[in-house]
């Protein structure tokens, strides 16, 4: 109730603000700009009066032009600054990055300058493994389920401890 009242009085106050101003622009035009009587006016009077008309619509067109050129100037430097503001608070859109694949020798020439000479061998330190050593491992890969079923049960336990004990 007390919000629906608010708003009604707001509504009052914002119509009696749209009057004043009507009647201030009424006011400020008849002040600038009282009605010509032009009846009884010879042919030469009227052309003193259009051309006194003249000049004073030029006279507007120049401060007319001139203030724009001011405001179009005043939100040039208004939008340069907020510009600023947002680049000093750190508040700018950060454009979105690519990935870049950069090989060893390159990031730790960047990182090291011309002091990295060395390529890096990444396969150097790698484990060797024999062939040998995979073919006895399918081998005993292939019979898994004899060792399973051998394996199973408490028997099956009782070898795999036993097994581990003797190695």
């Not at 009052?12 to 004043?20: C, D, H, K, N």
């Amino acid at each position: 109730m007390l919000k629906s009242l608010m708003v009604a009085r707001a509504q009052e106050e914002l119509e009696q603000e749209m009057e004043e101003k009507e009647e201030q622009k009424e006011k400020y035009l008849d002040e600038k700009s009282p009605a010509v009587q032009i009846s009884g006016m010879s042919l030469d009077e009227l052309q003193t009066l259009c051309e006194e008309l003249h000049a004073k619509i030029d006279v507007v067109d120049e401060e007319r032009y001139d203030i724009e050129a001011k405001v179009s100037h005043n939100s040039r430097e208004i939008k340069d600054l907020n510009i600023k503001v947002l680049d000093l608070r750190g508040k700018f859109k950060r454009p979105s990055l690519r990935r870049v694949r950069v090989s060893a020798d390159a990031i730790l020439r960047s990182l090291l300058g011309s002091k990295h000479k060395v390529s890096l061998d990444l396969r150097a330190n790698l484990k060797s493994v024999k062939k040998e050593d995979t073919e006895k491992k399918t081998a005993e890969v292939s019979d898994w389920r004899k060792n399973v079923e051998a394996m199973s049960g408490m028997e099956g336990r009782m070898k795999m401890f036993n097994a581990g004990q003797t190695q």
